[in-house]
């Protein structure tokens, strides 16, 4: 106890209570969308070399193709947040640490293990590719298995296709009187 609450206590007044920090708010589909545009946007008109505006491409199509189904993941799933975090953080990130660095000098000079600043950027991003493509499976298998197990039920309640559907039973047929006419 810290001596500003001990005298607070010892004078009869309520120790001051500290405010939780404010917990960050969850990227909607929105934010991971304008954090994608920026990304797009960053590496357009030339700034980067071809070979990494189309990894760039794939990155963020796979991304966008996985964000309207997250939910197939469950809350808390680690897969989620890699794909937010990968639209809002380790892409934006990889990029600019790219960027920054003299174009000429960051695609001739070797900075770890022989390889150059785009040859390190080309491994991250396919690196970033593999992983969403991985994410983007998964989500979809969700989907995909919904399918089979629908497929599955139809078969038990109709039977196979080409095999004769299994129809209503005929009205059962009423005897006919001597009263009937031909």
């Known amino acids: 106890m810290g001596l500003r609450a001990w005298f607070a206590r ?11 920090a404010p917990r960050p708010r969850t990227p909607t589909a929105e ?14 008109g030339g700034a980067v070399p071809a070979l990494v505006q189309s990894r760039v491409r794939r990155v963020v199509g796979t991304v966008r193709d996985t964000v309207p189904r997250l939910a197939n993941l469950g809350p808390g799933s680690a897969q989620a947040y890699t794909v937010v975090a990968t639209a809002t953080d380790y892409l934006p990130q990889a990029l600019s640490n790219y960027t920054r660095l003299p174009r000429s000098w960051a695609d001739s000079r070797p900075v770890e293990g022989g390889k150059t600043s785009l040859m390190l950027l080309v491994d991250q991003l396919d690196l970033l590719a593999a992983t969403m493509d991985q994410v983007l499976d998964a989500v979809v298998r969700v989907d995909a298995d919904a399918l089979v197990a629908h497929g599955r039920f139809l078969q038990e309640k109709f039977g196979r296709l080409g095999a004769p559907a299994p129809l209503d039973p005929p009205p059962a047929a ?9």
């Open 10 to 20: 010892l004078g009869g007044r309520p120790e001051p209570v500290a405010e939780p």
């Open 31 to 44: 934010d991971i969308g304008a954090a994608l545009d920026a990304v797009e946007h960053l590496v357009a």
């Open 174 to 182: 009423t005897p006919r009187s001597s009263l009937d006419l031909p």
